[in-house]
């Protein structure tokens, strides 16, 4: 299908796309990021914005940059400079490990981490990363720049804490610093698709056992979800072959999720993956 008219405008500066969403306040305006999730809705009509405000020449809203307890990684970068980022490999690997697994290249070079973020898609891999490592969001509103925690961000299905108007920055990325290690189990179909349940899992490592752990799971839900009761098992579970007391303490990683029922599956399917998919994880980060 073809979309409805909009208006089209290309700023060059945040401040400028700032001030024409303030103009256009109350008008359906929609920032387009890189168009991977947004373009297919309004060609679907399933969004008719009166217009449209372009933010991928703004160069300030491209980069990693590497501070001292933290990675920034600006909204406009898209998912293919994330996975090559060697700022990113190195400092926050569960980014980039999870950000590998997004569709195709095609879409991971035209997609972006913020649009990933914005969007909201529960069955989005990244949102999920950004529960586990409790990232911190970058948003330029009105009244100056504010952030949002991760646990605060995704409110319900394709909503977010973002306030008509607020332009997502980026995120604040914390440096787990030693012994931690990371990993993002996806179950899908094919090797492009969309997640039916993901697993991002961020284990720390203590003389051969598990001393801390962060589970967060994608798809389980309207919103990424932390497993805390599989997470509150996890310390002094050791890390040996086998993993009979690591499966025991992640048998409780479904709790208090709410899966959709689609085509690809039940939510007791879900609830069945996501243990399963969580013990993978976290023996994978652990080793
Ligand atoms: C075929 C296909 C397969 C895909 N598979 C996966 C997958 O397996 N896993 C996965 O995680 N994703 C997947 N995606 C989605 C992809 O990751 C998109 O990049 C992402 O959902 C949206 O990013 P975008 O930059 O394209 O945003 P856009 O589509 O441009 O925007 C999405 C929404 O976010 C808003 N927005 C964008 N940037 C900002 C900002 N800076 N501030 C405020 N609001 C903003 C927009 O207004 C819009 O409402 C897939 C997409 C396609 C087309």
Redesign the pocket.
């Known amino acids: 299908m073809i979309p409805a008219t909009f208006e089209y405008v290309r700023p060059t500066t945040v401040e400028e796309a700032a001030q024409i969403l303030r103009n256009a306040a109350g008008d359906d305006v929609?920032?387009?990021?890189?168009?991977?999730?947004?373009?297919?809705l309004l060609r679907l009509r399933l969004a008719y914005p009166a217009a449209l405000i372009d933010?991928g020449r703004i160069d300030e809203?491209r980069g990693v940059r590497d501070e001292p307890d933290h990675v920034y990684i600006a909204?406009?970068t898209t998912?293919d400079e994330v996975v090559k980022s060697a700022v990113v490999q190195e400092q926050c690997p569960l980014v980039a490990l999870a950000t590998a697994q997004?569709?195709d290249p095609a879409?991971r070079h035209?997609?972006?981490f913020?649009?990933?973020m914005?969007?909201a898609?529960p069955?989005?891999?990244?949102p999920a990363v950004a529960l586990a490592l409790d990232m911190t969001f970058v948003v330029l509103s009105a009244d100056g720049t504010r952030e949002i925690p991760a646990a605060e961000f995704f409110v319900d299905y394709l909503e977010t804490a973002?306030e008509p108007g607020?332009?997502?920055l980026g995120a604040k990325v914390p440096k787990l610093g030693p012994g931690w290690g990371f990993h993002y189990e996806k179950f899908h179909r094919t090797a492009?698709?969309?997640?039916i349940v993901g697993v991002a899992a961020a284990v720390k490592r203590d003389n051969g056992t598990i001393s801390e752990g962060r589970i967060a799971l994608t798809n389980m839900g309207t919103v990424p979800v932390r497993a805390f009761a599989a997470e509150r098992r996890l310390p002094g579970v050791p890390i040996t072959n086998g993993y009979g007391e690591l499966r025991e303490a992640v048998s409780v990683a479904a709790e208090g999720t709410d899966p959709p029922t689609d085509l690809h599956g039940r939510p007791d399917y879900r609830r069945h993956l996501a243990v399963v998919l969580t013990e993978r994880a976290v023996r994978q980060a652990a080793v």
């Open positions: 929609k920032l387009l990021a890189g168009g991977q999730s947004l373009l297919p933010i809203l909204a406009m998912h997004v569709a879409v035209r997609g972006t913020g649009g990933s914005a969007h898609d069955a989005g891999d990244l973002l607020e332009i997502l492009q698709a969309w997640a």
